[in-house]
């Protein structure tokens, strides 16, 4: 985990519970709908074989402003570039905060 990952599980209510279920964040009590969409929209960005259709960017604009929107995908393209620009040269987490065990 790095140090931007440690600080949102840190400031975000229930961060590191919500950490520790990303992986089920559909059937997770711990997320909010605007959070859902966020990690909904994060998956259509991420997987190659997925695309961001204008339903679920209907679904975005009903929970964020434009520049929340624009944050928020500067942030995924972000963390997407990263999680193709660290591995090769063997970046590996930063040990900030521990990842809670499944």
Same mark, same amino acid.
């Given at each position: 985990m790095d140090i931007n990952s440690a600080r949102? !599980?840190? /400031?975000?209510? @229930?961060?590191?519970? $919500? #950490? @520790?279920?990303? #992986? /089920?964040?559909?059937?997770? !009590?711990?997320?909010?709908? !605007? &959070?859902?969409? %966020?990690?909904?929209? !994060?998956?259509?960005?991420?997987?190659?074989?997925?695309?961001?259709?204008? %339903?679920?960017?209907? $679904?975005v604009k009903q929970h964020f402003t434009e520049?929340?929107?624009?944050?928020? /995908?500067? %942030?995924?393209a972000f963390e997407n570039f990263r999680s $193709?620009?660290?591995?090769? #040269?063997?970046? &590996? %987490?930063? @040990?900030?905060?521990?990842?809670? $065990?499944?």
């Open positions: 949102a !599980a840190e /400031t975000t209510d @229930g961060g590191l519970d $919500k #950490l @520790g279920e990303l #992986l /089920t964040w559909r059937d997770s !009590a711990l997320f909010s709908e !605007a &959070e859902r969409v %966020a990690l909904e929209y !994060a998956e259509a960005i991420t997987y190659t074989d997925r695309q961001v259709d204008d %339903a679920l960017f209907a $679904k520049p929340q929107i624009v944050e928020l /995908t500067a %942030a995924i $193709k620009f660290n591995p090769p #040269l063997g970046i &590996e %987490a930063q @040990g900030f905060c521990m990842v809670p $065990k499944r």
